[in-house]
Nanobody, 124 residues
Framework: QVQLQESGPGLVKPSQTLSLTCTVS??????????WSWIRQTPGKGLEWMGV???????NYSPSLKSRTSISRDTSKNQFTLQLSSVTPEDTAVYYC????????????????WGQGTQVTVSS
């Protein structure tokens, strides 16, 4: 039974870097062929896929967020992290980490597990 848990500060100041960690239990983030994503939800835009780190450690990002987004992992802790730089109030959202299952390393996958989400507010 795979479980994902987001953690990190709930309040970030404008221009700072938002940093969140997803802790995974019940399965290894390095196991083929799983993909580990960050997704956020806002009232105006709904669900927005931000990026993904594959079981290999390779990453892909949303074109609209690529310049500000970095996803990394620590396999010894079975965790992966999100860093979103230069934040503004428009980045206020509920942030989710999620697992996706694919069949190869072609970046095609279907999300099957979600974390509970964590609210992050960008405000001075």
């Amino acid at each position: 039974q795979v479980q994902l848990q987001e953690s990190g500060p709930g309040l970030v100041k404008p221009s700072q870097t938002l940093s969140l960690t997803c802790t995974v239990s019940g399965g290894s983030i390095a196991t083929s062929y799983y993909y580990w994503s960050w997704i956020r939800q806002t009232p105006g835009k709904g669900l927005e896929w931000m990026g993904v780190i594959a079981y290999t450690g390779n990453t892909n990002y949303s074109p609209s967020l690529k310049s500000r987004t970095s996803i990394s992992r620590d396999t010894s802790k079975n965790q992966f992290t999100l860093q979103l730089s230069s934040v503004t109030p428009e980045d206020t959202a509920v942030y989710y980490c999620a697992r996706g299952e694919g069949t190869s390393g072609d970046w095609k996958y279907e999300v099957d597990y979600w974390g509970q989400g964590t609210q992050v507010t960008v405000s001075s």
